[in-house]
């Protein structure tokens, strides 16, 4: 089986770190051609015989397609924005790798589309865009994600937590899947050198665990001492139509949790809470690493 040749857009970011470690950890040493390229504005970065540091004040500069030309593999791990995704399908038509793993992640955007369309189209169309180069697209799924410190332990939003008390949609005993950051790094490196790709689904879900929205809320209720009160209640269908209403009104950053919390309570394949999981492709009886718990 040969080894695959990477290029990484992204690597200071939440799952950048992650994918880092990946890269570092020895579990993908016999799937990866060294050095692993990694696209950086920052030109203090210090390369290794692992990560090939590649400065590019801009994706659009020319001489980073020439940099990256027969790329097996390239992973985009930055902010969705338009220029940046614009910016990103150019380099792709100029280098066209073998595989593209978008900095998708998080909520199964088509699942939402059934019943709140145009949430997060940009990422969506992006890969869209990509596949029309004819180059194989992998969205990797990932529901919440989970980090000690951060997400769903400190910064409890998507499940109504706020400093007054807990505004509750739909059944608080929800279940949904989360996953722990170093899973999703090790989950990226797994598609990326997987093979064939050709047998690789357009889309892999996986998570690390299943909880509650309760146990989220207890979590963080005994981590810090409160006894929280539930505040507001309403219905998963009614807050799926405020969530609508507010969409067509405009997106809105400072609604995202809102909208991840009816997402969340709208239940199975619905966004959050996946029915197939595609653990056991990327890592068969956890032969590569073991998945975290919540």
């Known amino acids: ?23 570092n950890s020895g579990k ?5 051609q060294f050095p692993v390229k ?3 504005r920052k030109d203090d970065s210090k390369s290794t015989d692992k990560i090939q540091y590649v400065h590019a004040p801009e994706l659009s500069d020319p001489k980073l397609a020439t940099e990256l030309k027969g790329t097996d593999v390239l992973i985009e791990l930055t902010t969705p924005a338009p220029d940046v995704f614009s910016n990103v399908e150019k380099l792709i038509e100029a280098i066209k ?9 998080g909520t199964d955007i088509p699942q939402v589309d059934t019943y709140a369309p145009g949430f997060l189209t940009l990422k969506s169309q992006h890969s869209e865009n990509v596949r029309k ?8 799924i990932t529901s ?10 400190e910064w409890v939003g998507a499940v109504g937590v706020t400093e007054q008390g807990v505004n ?4 608080i005993n929800q279940k949904l899947h989360i996953s722990k950051l170093e899973d999703v790094g090790n989950a990226v490196l797994a598609v ?22 309760k146990e989220i809320i207890d979590r963080y209720s005994a981590s810090k001492g409160k006894d929280l009160k539930v505040i507001s209640e309403i219905s998963a269908e009614e807050g799926k139509k405020q969530f609508v209403d507010k969409l067509n009104a405009g997106f809105n950053p400072k609604d995202f949790f809102f909208y991840l919390q009816v997402i969340v309570a709208q239940g199975l394949d619905k966004g959050l809470y996946f029915s197939k999981l595609d653990n056991e492709l990327l890592n068969p009886n956890e032969s590569i690493w073991k998945w975290g718990e919540f």
Do not use: N
């Open 38 to 40: 990694a696209i950086t």
């Open 28 to 32: 993908f040493d016999d799937k990866i």
């Open 133 to 140: 180069l004819g180059v194989k697209v992998v969205d990797i």
């Open 144 to 153: 919440l994600f989970a980090a000690p410190g951060a997400f769903l332990y």
């Open 192 to 213: 990326a050198t997987f093979q064939p790709i050709k047998d690789l689904p357009d889309v892999v879900h996986v998570a690390s665990d299943t909880v509650t929205v």
């Open 168 to 171: 509750v949609i739909g059944d």
């Open 1 to 23: 089986m040969s080894k695959v040749s990477i290029a990484v857009i992204g690597l200071h970011g939440f799952i950048g770190k992650h994918v880092l470690a990946a890269i």
């Open 97 to 105: 790798p073998k595989l593209f793993i978008p900095s998708q992640f």
